[in-house]
């Protein structure tokens, strides 16, 4: 993979970064220096394959994208859905799979179904307004959170909470549960549409590689 120019990859840290690597390994791209738990260094170059690769912040994943300052990005589809930037998603990865659900006490049920004006916490308004008011057509009040959701309910703040489940645990430990399934989720490859031009051969090529190694025609 012999460019002039580096083909830079941003990687949501945490699990996503850990799984994107070990794909990456399976067709033969290794970034040794990034296995290094100690480094305080925020990027890591293959100088073989001419690949830099950094981590960062989910959420700001897309906006790296879109800006070009990187070519491609992992990042689960909630983000996506909810960043709403001008980027090509190009590959389900399969990993990372979880839901997008509408969460509270089994009280809650009911002023869902009557259609009630409740309060909904979520770390993701775009996409709780997008269910709330273009596909159920009921008035809400969102409330953005930055994180441990399920609290909302618990101490009063929202009747529900829109967010993600993975296991279920989180909900089953605080007497919470799943009343609504908003959508399916998983970890997806975005590309910044100037670069899908640019280094067509390069990011054709990664991509044919990705979906045979993840058997995807
Ligand atoms: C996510 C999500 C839920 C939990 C779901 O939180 O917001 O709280 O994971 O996983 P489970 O169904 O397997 O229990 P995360 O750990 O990312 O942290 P956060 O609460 O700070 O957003």
Known sequence: MEGNRYLTFALGKGRLARQSLELFEKIGITCEEMKD???????????????????????????YVEYGAADIGIVGEDTILEENRNIFEVLDL??????????????????????EWIRVASKYPRIAKDYFYNKKHQTVEIIKLNGSIELAPIV??????????ETGSTLRENGLEVLEEV??????????PVSMKM??????????????ELSIR
């Open 199 to 212: 280094e067509n051969e390069r990011i054709t090529r990664l991509l044919r590689m990705l979906k045979e």
């Open 37 to 63: 738990k100690e480094t305080r260094k925020l990027i890591f170059v293959n100088e073989e394959e001419k690949m830099r690769f950094f981590l960062s912040k989910g959420p700001d994943v897309p906006t």
């Open 94 to 115: 399969g990993f990372g799979r979880c839901r997008m659900c509408v969460c509270g006490p089994k009280e809650a049920r009911d002023l869902l179904k009557k259609r």
């Open 183 to 192: 959508c399916p989720l998983s970890a997806r490859m975005v590309v910044n």
């Open 156 to 165: 009063g703040l929202s009747e529900v909470i829109v967010d993600i489940v």
